[in-house]
């Protein structure tokens, strides 16, 4: 066994141990290969980091990201002494606001405002730089008007359709958000619960906090009622990203949607502010670098030149349009193959081109490029210079969606289904499984509401005639000569 006062010693960039669980393990190699930097590990470097770890890896990981000779072995509890021992398990939520007062998603943002760590809210809430895009996904969706019918039998309503691949009550579906085990205990687990429940579709991330196995097993006594498809980030290491889609294939995952927005991470501020806070309270300031000028000339060189050094890179920086290839080829299926990240129509047509079935139009939540569109205004730009798309892909939307209006517009305009994030992720971090329930529910009933306000009994009657988008269409860029993207080689 290992004494405390042994494993404190080695705090620094060059030996890095960590105590996870009660085991001690090295990661002074694993430091820079972490997605989510170095600098998060250097802060628990000599010390405890289960409280840490645990709400944001699934079982196992540290296994399977570390060779075995990195597991040093047990801490002795005899000498933990300075060495904090932290709980093994995230306390449940509690909330301030009943479950009965949530009667739309907003209420339960502001629920789980009320009891999320500091931390997890942070993660949460944060979007890029200045929030632009963020705040165009939620404002995108007021500027559609609606042109509602009236004097129609709407007394019965089918909202049922086929989404990614599965025969779905509603034309939603959870989209992938990671770590939500950040939120509550049970994590994802209230995400697959609520699909099943509800019979829709649910993207599990890659990121996500509870292992495939465990959400899959979840599914297994839902009897075919709701369904798990792969967000899948590409890594730079191509073995990696290979696992990932056996997993997935093995464990009956019906879909796999490539993520290709994220060729490196945006600069979330309220992100990287949290955890220049976190290191300054436990490492107390850094002197600043000495300014010269071959320091300042080596390092625009590296960031300019440097093969290897990718700025705010976890994840693969060369994947292309030719690179899809092999992806597609693991998975095996080209009828439950997409992509995710989608913001132009020139790519939107580049994937129809090249045999994609399934496009999905995304900014990442207002994570990434910031004054990337918002996914309606992407929808609408495929309207107006390639509406073949519509026809020949499944089309899917996220992004701002707080009401049931807001997919009915989506569907309008020829989005086959529209998924939502955040708002499940406040709905389990507030209220659990029951949560994730009553907020499928609200847009349920919203949506039954709306559609027969709008004259619609049925989705497959919702079309173009039936909004007005004339507020967005000064923004969107106008039907002209045919698009040039460049050809694909796929």
Request: contains cysteine; aromatic residues 6%; glycine residues 8%.
């Amino acid at each position: 066994m290992l004494k405390a006062s042994d494993i404190a010693q080695h705090n620094t960039r060059e030996s890095c141990w960590v105590i996870i669980q009660g085991q001690v393990y090295d990661v002074t190699d694993f430091l820079e290969e972490h997605p989510g930097g170095s600098s998060i590990i250097l802060r628990y470097g000599g010390k405890d980091a289960t409280e840490e770890y645990l709400p944001v890896h699934p079982p196992g990981t540290i296994e399977k990201e570390l060779p075995p000779d990195k597991h040093l072995g047990e801490l002795d509890p005899q000498s933990v002494g300075g060495v904090a021992v932290t709980k093994s398990k995230p306390e449940a939520a509690t909330t301030s606001i009943p479950l009965d007062l949530c009667l739309c998603l907003d209420d339960f943002e502001k629920a789980a405002k009320a009891v999320l760590s500091k931390r997890a809210w942070t993660y949460y809430s944060s979007a890029s730089e200045n929030l632009h895009s963020f705040r165009l996904n939620r404002q995108d969706w007021e500027r559609i008007l609606f042109r509602p019918r009236v004097l129609r039998n709407v007394q019965r309503v089918n909202m049922q359709r086929k989404l990614l691949g599965h025969h779905s009550n509603l034309p939603l579906f959870i989209a992938p958000a990671a770590l939500a085990r950040l939120g509550h205990p049970d994590g994802e687990l209230c995400l697959s619960r609520g699909a099943s429940a509800y019979n829709i579709p649910f993207v599990v991330s890659n990121a996500a906090s509870v292992s495939m196995e465990d959400l899959a097993e979840s599914m297994q006594g839902a009897k075919g009622r709701g369904c798990l498809c792969l967000q899948l980030y590409v890594k730079k290491k191509k073995s990696e990203t290979l696992a990932s889609i056996v997993r997935a294939k093995q464990l009956g995952f019906t879909a796999l949607l490539v993520t290709v927005d994220t060729p490196v991470v945006g600069k979330r501020e309220d992100d990287d502010r949290y955890k220049a806070e976190q290191a300054l309270e436990t490492q107390g300031p850094r002197p600043p670098p000495p300014v010269t000028a071959e320091g300042i000339q080596q390092s625009l060189q590296r960031s300019s030149t440097d093969e290897v050094f990718v700025l705010r890179g976890p994840y693969s920086s060369t994947l292309d349009w030719n690179e899809l290839a092999w992806i597609r080829e693991a998975w095996g299926d080209d009828e439950s193959f997409g992509l995710k990240g989608i913001a132009t129509a020139e790519d939107a047509h580049l994937a129809c081109e090249s045999g994609i079935k399934r496009i999905y139009l995304s900014n990442h939540g207002g994570r990434q490029l910031d004054s990337a569109p918002s996914a309606l205004r992407t929808l609408l730009e495929i309207r107006n210079l390639c509406p073949h798309v519509l026809q020949q892909c499944e089309v899917l939307v996220d992004g701002g969606v707080s009401r049931a209006t807001d997919i009915i517009k989506a569907l309008c305009l020829g989005a086959r289904g529209v998924g939502l994030g955040r708002p499940f992720l406040y709905a389990l971090s507030a209220h659990g499984t029951a949560g994730v329930c009553k907020a499928i529910q609200i847009l349920s009933d919203e949506l039954e509401t709306s559609m027969r306000l709008l004259g619609v009994v049925d989705l497959d009657h919702l079309g173009p005639h039936l909004v007005n988008t004339r507020e967005l269409d000064p923004f969107i860029l106008p039907p002209g000569p045919a698009l040039h993207p460049r050809q694909s080689r796929i």
